[in-house]
């Protein structure tokens, strides 16, 4: 255990001494201590007040000065010097309110049925369950295995319910609110605050490997969340789970749930209004996050069906550190209501808050390379974390999810980033739900964005920042629209779809026809690469196979922009100044038949041959390189204005040390390629993409020698690379025939 772990524990009146690591415990130790016991004492909790046990009394729950009656802190003193497990009933009482200091703490294991009696902590503190006890009575792991039902916890001083240990179940609790769910009653700490002090038998990367080996696959949408979560529990049994289910946490002072320590993992909160009322429509606030994970906890399952709004930080901060496994986040509703569309929510900064990495250590390597994976099928909109000082390139760090620090290996996959269902399943045509800052910001290297639908936030639907942020993989999301309505054009982010400042070797889409990603009716540009910083930063940032049209909607912008004029068409220029993303990679050139000079003049503009569509095209760039261009049809005038766009084809060239192209196919500088047929009267518009070689020991004189490799995925440094530059569009020109144009839908 580490100094923060220790100091936090000692901080919560928890033992701390237990060593990082115990690879010699047996699987199942932690509950040993229960099989040794004796069966089950029931103890009826049948008085209201909060006398101690009788000192006299040591054969039954017994109130002192009141010895017929057994109140709830008696029930405990006694089942404390008791063996075996414990059960404790309320008989005729509804609610206790505690004046002798606070509650004693449960070091053995029990079964509160709370009957929705009201534990009025009065400023003292109140359930406190620790995972160290008595040997001699069997509770050597102290109330590891209790469970605690239908209680309600507020007024306490510190946490409603701190539970150090494992194997918990905490179900049907109102913590931080009255019995309705309604009225807050505030707890000055945490609703629940999870921790241990016990450490797993085994965590070296033999046991976590085998344990990976295990997990369920990832399912990619709703429908398989449920069999994941029940799954994932029977896989990480021997880590001895903690169920967190069917709670209302609000109204507390500090976070809903907090997760602590490396010590504890597999913890499943499902089910649970946090931050919310009983109906999930009202916002109750806790005054930090709603879910907080840290302290290098690991394993845990957050969802599904958790409304997690309201509350006064991230709605889900994940902070946990380096992990031996990942984290789950699925199938949760994150700063919408959970059906009254007529209110709002939200989180008051962001959604989800990551700062986790895989931890890369020999004794206990993740063997899944991954920190955490958000999705599939969380609804994340409505979050208030503005963004847009500065606007609207530059601004604070507030997002539907936030991916920052040292965050490495975090996935979000499969997620509704901006947009609400109500209810869930059931989308609504709405921007009135969108996150105020961006749907999505990634600020460190080697993270996935993948099958999202990003859409309607206030700024940047998919943000990649920093001139050390690299090796970002964004795949099959759609960007600015939504499948259920696939022909409006509303649901726009509010500026950029895919905005990236600074960063390198960002992937956006990728070779097989399923990675494209759909950006379209964005309010600004459709992707935007801003404060490129020549050799070191701002490059490699590779656009392959997606459709980028449609955006510009109500701000001056392009589909495609590398801003060597901001916000507008580049067409054609000499290349590589200081200070432009992607090497400021010239765009090409379609011939359209009326060129006067240079390798297009004579060429015929695109036409229909058979069963091919030949295009000539030609372009001004930097050699000797390689180069794949790209090729679409759409159904406009210009790439802004089209609501068709369709993948073509593409083609491998090279050029010579001038920077024009030489390839068999490019006679004179001026390139043929032959494609699919397209419909008369649509036009073909294309990019292409340096994809020149590089290696990590760059050598010559000439522009490469300049270059080498950025990290790979997972920052990994790559030993061989592509350059991956890709340009902006080039010009649009039609298909020989005449103009008609088509309005076929998102090619989604």
Request: with cysteine; net charge neutral.
């Amino acid at each position: 255990m580490n100094t923060m772990q220790s100091a936090h524990l000692r901080g919560k009146g928890l033992h701390s001494g237990a060593p990082r690591l115990r690879t010699l415990w047996l699987a199942g130790a932690l509950l040993g201590g229960l099989s040794l016991q004796a069966g089950a004492e029931t103890y009826n909790v049948n008085v209201s007040s909060d006398a101690p046990q009788d000192p006299a009394t040591t054969t039954k729950c017994a109130a002192q000065g009141d010895t017929s009656h057994c109140s709830l802190r008696a029930a405990i003193m006694f089942g404390n010097t008791r063996a075996g497990s414990h059960i404790i009933n309320f008989v005729g009482v509804t609610s206790i309110t505690v004046v002798n200091g606070g509650l004693p703490q449960m070091r053995a294991p029990y079964t509160v049925n709370g009957n929705k009696v009201t534990i009025n902590g009065n400023g003292r503190s109140c359930l406190d369950l620790t995972d160290s006890g008595t040997a001699a009575l069997g509770h050597a792991n102290g109330a590891t295995g209790s469970k605690i039902y239908n209680l309600v916890i507020g007024n306490c001083n510190g946490n409603g319910i701190s539970a150090n240990g494992h194997n918990y179940t905490f179900s049907g609790n109102y913590i931080g609110v009255n019995a309705t769910g309604a009225i807050a009653m505030p707890n000055t700490g945490d609703g629940i605050s999870l921790s241990a002090s016990h450490v797993y038998p085994d965590t070296s990367s033999g046991f976590l490997s085998n344990l990976y080996s295990q997990f369920p696959v990832q399912p990619v949408d709703a429908s398989a969340v449920n069999a994941f979560q029940s799954q994932l529990a029977t896989t990480l049994a021997s880590l001895q789970p903690v169920y967190v289910t069917g709670n209302v946490i609000s109204g507390n002072g500090g976070d809903g749930i907090e997760i602590f320590s490396q010590n504890l993992a597999a913890v499943f909160v499902s089910s649970n209004m946090i931050g919310t009322d009983l109906t999930g429509n009202v916002a109750i606030a806790n005054g930090g996050h709603g879910v907080n994970l840290t302290g290098t906890t690991f394993g845990n399952m957050i969802g599904p069906g958790n409304v997690i709004s309201g509350n006064g930080g991230n709605g889900i901060n994940d902070v946990s550190g380096a992990v031996y496994l990942p984290n789950f986040i699925m199938g949760n509703r994150i700063g919408l209501s959970a059906a009254n569309q007529a209110v709002h929510v939200g989180n008051t900064l962001s959604g989800i808050y990551v700062d986790s990495r895989p931890d890369t250590s020999g004794t206990s390597f993740n063997p899944s390379s991954t920190a955490a994976v958000i999705g599939p099928a969380n609804l994340i909109s409505d979050n208030k974390g503005a963004n847009n000082n500065a606007f609207p390139d530059v601004g604070a760090d507030y997002a539907g999810v936030m991916i920052t620090g040292a965050s490495n290996g975090v996935k979000v996959l499969y997620n509704t980033i901006g947009l609400a269902e109500f209810p869930t399943g059931t989308p609504i045509n709405s921007t009135a739900f969108g996150n105020k800052g961006d749907g999505i910001i990634v600020t460190t290297t080697g993270n996935a964005i993948t099958g999202n639908i990003v859409s309607a936030n206030a700024r940047h639907g998919i943000t990649v920042r920093g001139s050390s942020t690299n090796s970002t993989s964004i795949t099959k999301n759609l960007v600015g629209i939504s499948p259920r309505f696939a022909n409006v054009t509303t649901l726009g982010n509010g500026v950029d779809g895919i905005h990236i400042e600074t960063a390198a070797s960002t992937t956006v889409g990728g070779p097989n026809a399923t990675d494209r990603n759909v950006v379209v009716a964005n309010k600004r540009n459709g992707i935007k690469l801003y404060n490129g910083g020549g050799d070191t930063s701002g490059w490699a940032n590779l656009f392959q196979r997606n459709r980028v049209h449609g955006n510009a909607k109500t701000l001056a912008g392009v589909d495609i922009d590398l801003e060597h004029t901001a916000n507008a068409a580049d067409f054609d220029h000499s290349e590589f100044p200081a200070n432009y993303a992607n090497r400021d990679q010239n765009t090409p050139q379609i011939c359209a038949g009326n060129e006067i000079s240079g390798p297009c003049v004579g060429a015929p503009t695109p036409t229909n041959a058979g069963a091919n569509t030949a295009v000539r095209w030609t372009i001004t760039t930097h050699g000797p390189a390689n180069f794949r261009a790209e090729f679409f049809s759409i159904n406009a005038a210009t790439t802004t204005a089209a609501t068709s766009m369709v993948f073509l084809g593409e083609q491998l060239i090279t050029t010579d040390a001038a920077g024009k192209p030489n390839s068999g196919n490019c006679p004179a500088a001026r390139c043929t390629a032959s494609l699919p047929p397209v419909s008369s009267g649509r036009r073909v518009v294309m990019t292409v993409t340096d994809v020149t070689p590089l290696t990590n020991v760059p050598s010559g004189s000439g522009w490469q020698g300049q270059l080498k490799c950025f990290l790979g995925n997972n920052g990994i440094i790559l030993s061989a690379c592509n350059a991956n530059n890709t340009s902006e569009y080039s010009n649009v020109v039609a298909i020989a025939g005449g103009d008609v144009l088509f309005a076929n839908g998102y090619d989604l």
